[in-house]
């Protein structure tokens, strides 16, 4: 029988939000409690929370969002590579993880998996996360879907938001929030499924690993 490994964060409203964005709120609008036929709750939050991906349409004006990208691209074979205690993913560390030649979806874990195991809402800045020349490599390596460990693919406040526009402009899809507390380096297979949000520039997603 198939193994699988929920790589999904628990929605809540305790969890760290990116800065600016709002916290997920979940109210009952109908209980049972209260007389109704059912419960019924109302959900409201940003779509780049938690467990998230960003679409095209993130940071290149006019293109695709979350309903336009292929299911080819979010279901199938995946490597799952750690960088151990790196303070960023640059191309050393790319080239040292010795990906098979047809590798297309990369998942990264780093120390930034620890950080989900801590109580409270804090966001932290410090994280791990890709450099724009890794960005370059991802790309002409023809990787079509990368992930990281933490809320954003790239280093907070990097100037120009350089490697989300050279990644979602060659048209990989970025995949955040990963939680890969519990997942060994290796070979998997990925379904990672977005809300289909007609024209939404991302979208939460539940990722699940075969392996």
């Known amino acids: ?64 969002g979350v309903e336009t990208l292929a299911l080819e691209t979010l279901i199938g074979p995946a490597v799952v ?5 790196a303070d960023r993913v640059d191309v050393s560390h790319l080239e040292a993880m010795d990906l098979p030649a047809d590798c297309t979806r990369l998942l990264i874990k780093s120390r930034n998996s620890a950080l989900w195991s801590r109580p409270g809402t804090e966001f932290h800045a410090d994280y791990v996360a890709l450099t724009p020349e890794a960005a370059d490599w991802v790309v002409a390596r023809g990787i079509k879907l990368v992930g990281i460990d933490y809320l954003s693919i790239e280093r907070y406040k990097e100037p120009g938001h350089v490697t989300h526009h050279k990644l979602l402009g060659a048209g990989v899809i970025a995949v955040e929030g990963l939680d890969l507390r519990g997942v060994e380096p290796g070979p998997y297979k990925l379904i990672c499924l977005p809300m289909k949000i007609a024209g939404s520039d991302g979208a939460f997603v539940r990722a699940v690993l075969e392996g």
């Open 1 to 64: 029988m198939p193994q699988y490994m929920d790589i999904t964060l628990t929605i809540h409203p305790h969890m760290p939000v990116w800065p600016g964005d709002p916290t997920p709120e979940v109210t009952r609008m109908r209980s049972i409690a209260e007389g109704h036929v059912c419960n019924v709750s109302r959900f409201a939050a940003g779509v780049h929370l938690g467990t998230h991906l960003d679409a095209p349409l993130h940071f290149i004006d006019g293109a695709g």
């Open 81 to 85: 590579a750690d960088v151990g205690d």
